[in-house]
């Protein structure tokens, strides 16, 4: 066991502050990475805050993890130490469901475990995040991370890159295709770089005028303000795929009038309250409504060589640890480009 600095919270009413615990020993077929940048996602403020329900306090959040392999396992193959590595979203699942079988960990039959706010395997061990200095985690669990790459633009790739490229490429994204991407966050700005890049005509659908030049900038080819009622007539019937990343509450049918027959829209932003869905929307053009949750290991390692082959990574904003609970105010009010990360090293001064 290695005592272990992190930031945690307390309670759903309390703010992040220095916590310390012990994490487990590193087993045969373990890795101990030594943490260097922990992405900051909205999920880990729906869940410090309990806005999901059957949050397990104390909590060190973190499920976006870059650092290097500090110790291995005696039957550890993948990896060495020295070697850069990551975390995502998930450190174990059950292994033997169909899913789990099927590269598809994150759809996990008996239930994924989850990097924090969660059990480990032996149902009793929580799992705290990357709010830390250090995790171990069985090497089928851990990820290779591309010395190319800039590891404070890697760490959001573990989540909100893998959010966005996974639908993409599920529902078959290639060059031509008019892909249109609502909201322009943490997850909007990653499925712009991923469908631009996969040659698709990419339009970013957003509320705000001030989107334009940022959107335009990450590699989106036209922008539509979507409370101009002129612009969204102008675009009905054109995209084959949206990608709809909103959480905030918004109305469906919006989007499933500007796709086309057999369009697609991808949710992978989760709403607080449902959004009505008229059939005749959907029966008309044969379109259609799919969710889609990050990607399983291999598809996420996929993912890391692509990003590290087309030079990908996300927008950031590092920060010291000790500025977590004002970033948090920041995101809730939507002001950061696009993702922030913080730099472990503050955490060990």
């Not at 009413?13 to 992405?39: K, M």
């Not at 995209?239 to 991808?266: C, E, K, R, W």
């Not at 989760?270 to 799919?290: F, G, H, M, Q």
Request: neutral net charge.
């Amino acid at each position: 066991m290695s005592n272990t600095k992190a930031y945690a919270a307390q309670s759903a009413t309390s703010l992040l502050a220095p916590f310390s615990f012990n994490r487990r020993a590193v087993e045969a077929h373990d890795v101990q990475i030594e943490i260097l940048y922990c992405g900051v996602c909205h999920s880990d403020i729906h869940q410090v805050r309990n806005e999901w329900g059957g949050s397990i306090f104390p909590m060190v959040p973190g499920h976006e993890i870059v650092g290097r392999v500090a110790q291995v396992g005696n039957h550890v193959k993948k990896f060495k130490i020295g070697d850069l590595a990551g975390v995502g979203c998930f450190v174990d699942s059950c292994r033997e469901c169909p899913q789990c079988k099927a590269g598809l960990e994150q759809y996990c039959e008996v239930g994924m475990n989850s990097t924090y706010n969660g059990y480990e395997k032996d149902g009793k061990t929580p799992t705290y995040g990357g709010y830390s200095t250090n995790i171990v985690v069985d090497e089928n669990y851990v990820l290779k991370i591309s010395e190319k790459l800039q590891l404070t633009g890697v760490a959001p790739l573990l989540c909100a890159g893998i959010t966005t490229y996974s639908p993409l490429r599920h529902v078959g994204v290639k060059k031509g295709d008019k892909v249109a991407v609502v909201g322009l966050g943490g997850l909007g700005h990653m499925a712009v770089k991923f469908a631009s890049s996969f040659g698709a005509e990419v339009t970013m659908l957003s509320s705000s005028p001030t989107k334009e030049a940022g959107a335009k900038k990450l590699g989106a080819h036209h922008f539509v303000l979507t409370s101009d009622a002129k612009q969204l007539n102008a675009v009905k019937n054109k995209f084959d795929v949206i990608l709809n990343t909103v959480s905030a509450p918004h109305q469906y049918a919006t989007y499933l009038n500007l796709l086309t027959v057999n369009g697609t829209m991808i949710v992978v932003g989760a709403p607080p309250k449902p959004s009505e869905v008229p059939a005749l929307n959907l029966i008309i053009k044969r379109r259609s409504i799919v969710g889609s949750l990050i990607g399983g290991i291999a598809e996420t390692q996929e993912m890391l060589d692509y990003c590290a082959e087309c030079n990908i990574v996300s927008d950031v904003e590092v920060i010291d640890i000790s500025y977590i609970n004002q970033a948090y105010e920041r995101m809730l009010k939507n002001d950061v480009r696009y993702r922030f990360v913080i730099d472990i090293a503050s955490l060990k001064k």
